[in-house]
């Protein structure tokens, strides 16, 4: 079976890249149960499946992931923007890489246009204090340079078990 052309991307669709789609749609809500603190900070590392989403689905499949992968995170911090704010990161990632940009810049510039967003949100529509909120944007800093570490390291090898 031949699915050409679904979301717009050139990839031929066939089972095995579904499921590895699903995958990357849904674990990221397991992966965002795990985290570590330093500092005060909470680093998280389900932004690794979102970036890997987008590395091989392209914008689209980054938006996806970052939506559908932090449901769980939104539900359980009653917080509906954050799948927002994913779907920004993961949509932008994939932009800059679908156009041939390095990862670690992709997902530096992908967070760049995310935090405004992030801190808006945050602040003024969940109702966080905007300390807490900066200190959310450093670990999220962080946490996303060390997945785009992951995800250039990773993803080639991924993809070419699917594709």
């Known amino acids: 079976m031949n699915y050409q052309n679904i979301f717009g991307t050139e990839i031929e669709w066939n089972y095995k890249k579904i499921l590895l789609l699903a995958s990357l749609l849904i674990f990221p809500n397991i992966l965002s149960l795990f985290h570590f603190q330093l500092f005060g900070l909470r680093f998280h590392f389900f932004q690794y ?81 905007a300390g807490y909120v900066n200190m959310i944007i450093i670990a999220l800093l962080a946490s996303n340079i060390i997945c785009g570490a992951a995800t250039k390291l990773t993803a080639e090898r991924i993809k070419n078990l699917f594709f």
């Open 49 to 129: 499946l979102i970036f890997l989403s987008a590395f091989i689905f392209g914008p689209v499949g980054g938006i996806l992931s970052g939506g559908l992968g932090s449901l769980y995170t939104a539900i359980a911090m009653n917080n509906p923007y954050i799948a927002i704010g994913n779907m920004i990161l993961g949509g932008f990632v994939g932009l800059f890489m679908k156009y041939k940009l390095p990862v670690i810049p992709s997902v530096i510039f992908a967070y760049a246009i995310q935090v405004p967003w992030l801190w808006y949100s945050d602040i003024y529509l969940a109702g966080m204090a």
